[in-house]
Nanobody, 115 residues
Framework: QVQLVESGGGLVQAGGSLRLSCAASGIVFSFSVLAWYRQAPGKQRESVAR???????DYANSVKGRFTISRDSRKNTVYLQMNNLTPEDTAVYYC?????????WGQGTQVTVSS
């Protein structure tokens, strides 16, 4: 059974930083596409960043240059380093893993950025 557990969310002032972690189990981590999504109140869930098994990554335009996604295959963990946060980054952040038709979501972690 695939399990994704996020951590690292919290309250931070605008301009601050947070690092989210997502520990994965029950998946072939090295061959999975790993991603972070977020959902702000009243808005649809949106993709923030993803990292492929090759290590290449891509980002939503709104976070380019501020967020960095990385993966540690030894720890089966994917990270999202978030710098220069703004109130518009306030959302519940979800970890996502996929390999072929197998898809899994984490339970989400709240990130709140105060102005």
């Amino acid at each position: 059974q695939v399990q994704l557990v996020e951590s690292g969310g919290g309250l931070v002032q605008a301009g601050g930083s947070l690092r989210l972690s997502c520990a994965a189990s029950g998946i072939v981590f090295s061959f999975s596409v790993l991603a972070w999504y977020r959902q702000a109140p009243g808005k649809q869930r949106e993709s923030v960043a993803r990292i492929l098994p090759s290590g290449s990554s891509d980002y939503a335009n709104s976070v380019k240059g501020r967020f960095t996604i990385s993966r540690d295959s030894r720890k089966n963990t994917v990270y999202l380093q978030m710098n220069n946060l703004t109130p518009e980054d306030t959302a519940v952040y979800y970890c996502h893993a996929s390999r072929g038709q197998d898809v899994a979501w984490g339970q989400g972690t709240q990130v709140t950025v105060s102005s």
